[in-house]
């Protein structure tokens, strides 16, 4: 479909590359162990994955500061299982998840596979509006950062996508422009919609089961990019 027009492709990366909520999960396994949290796994994410998402949203629309993100998140969650915890323990548990996930590695099927399909045919670049000292991390741990040229994220662009302006500057890093580029990633209203705005084709990895759209095409598993790509 986009044949001899693309020449500059653009990744987010959690929910995109990075499995986020398979590596959250491992996290978290870990860290309420270790702080003798005596809630259950499966208890604690059915509550906080929902929580997780809305408190990004709040934090892409600029209304909570990262460490409120990082705090409110999680005291949410324990005050919506009626379990008490301390500030002290919150905030432990912030720094712990931020210091232990990105040690774990897994990435969505046929991530590697993909990636090294396109690499010999486009620029390959990531747009992230997570955090920047975990994001390098990441995507070296999984083995997938020699794959990538341009890595932009919002800290660095001092504003969070759907922002325009964080993807002008990822043009602008690339050394392309917007009619040569196309944006892959989880989130309609972040990456499809943020991108369309600024002109890049989308692709959108529908990984939530968001309902079906008109605005771009939707794949569900990133083999799926090779029809397009």
């Given at each position: 479909?986009?044949?001899?027009?693309?020449?500059?492709?653009?990744?987010?990366?959690?929910?995109?590359?990075?499995?986020?909520?398979?590596?959250?999960?491992?996290?978290?396994?870990?860290?309420?162990?270790?702080?003798?949290?005596?809630?259950?796994?499966?208890?604690?994410?059915?509550?906080?994955?929902?929580?997780?998402?809305?408190?990004?949203?709040?934090?892409?629309?600029?209304?909570?500061?990262?460490?409120?993100?990082?705090?409110?998140?999680?005291?949410?969650?324990?005050?919506?299982?009626?379990?008490?915890?301390?500030?002290?323990?919150?905030?432990?548990?912030?720094?712990?998840?931020?210091?232990?996930?990105?040690?774990?590695?897994?990435?969505?099927?046929?991530?590697?596979?993909?990636?090294?399909?396109?690499?010999?045919?486009?620029?390959?670049?990531?747009?992230?509006?997570?955090?920047?000292?975990?994001?390098?991390?990441?995507?070296?741990?999984?083995?997938?950062?020699d794959f990538f040229d341009q890595i932009i994220n919002s800290e660095m662009a001092g504003v969070k996508k759907p922002n325009p302006i964080i993807?002008?500057?990822?043009?602008?890093?690339?050394?392309?422009?917007?009619?040569?580029?196309?944006?892959?990633?989880?989130?309609?209203?972040?990456?499809?919609?943020?991108?369309?705005?600024?002109?890049?084709?989308?692709?959108?990895?529908?990984?939530?089961?968001?309902?079906?759209?008109?605005?771009?095409?939707?794949?569900?598993?990133?083999?799926?990019?090779?029809?397009?790509?």
């Amino acid at each position: 479909m986009f044949r001899g027009v693309i020449s500059d492709v653009f990744f987010d990366l959690d929910h995109t590359l990075w499995d986020f909520e398979k590596n959250s999960a491992l996290t978290f396994q870990k860290i309420l162990k270790e702080r003798n949290i005596n809630v259950g796994l499966s208890d604690f994410l059915e509550v906080y994955i929902p929580i997780n998402l809305a408190f990004w949203k709040l934090y892409r629309e600029e209304r909570i500061t990262k460490s409120e993100l990082r705090y409110q998140r999680l005291k949410t969650v324990f005050d919506e299982l009626r379990y008490s915890v301390s500030d002290d323990i919150i905030n432990q548990l912030a720094v712990d998840y931020i210091k232990y996930l990105s040690s774990y590695n897994h990435l969505f099927p046929n991530t590697i596979e993909i990636l090294e399909y396109l690499k010999p045919k486009y620029n390959l670049h990531i747009i992230t509006n997570g955090f920047q000292e975990i994001q390098e991390k990441k995507m070296v741990n999984s083995n997938i950062r020699d794959f990538f040229d341009q890595i932009i994220n919002s800290e660095m662009a001092g504003v969070k996508k759907p922002n325009p302006i964080i993807f002008e500057l990822a043009l602008n890093s690339a050394n392309t422009i917007p009619e040569n580029s196309i944006m892959i990633g989880d989130s309609l209203e972040a990456d499809i919609l943020g991108a369309k705005a600024v002109g890049l084709h989308t692709l959108h990895f529908n990984v939530h089961d968001d309902p079906h759209h008109g605005i771009c095409d939707m794949i569900h598993d990133l083999s799926e990019i090779k029809t397009f790509l």
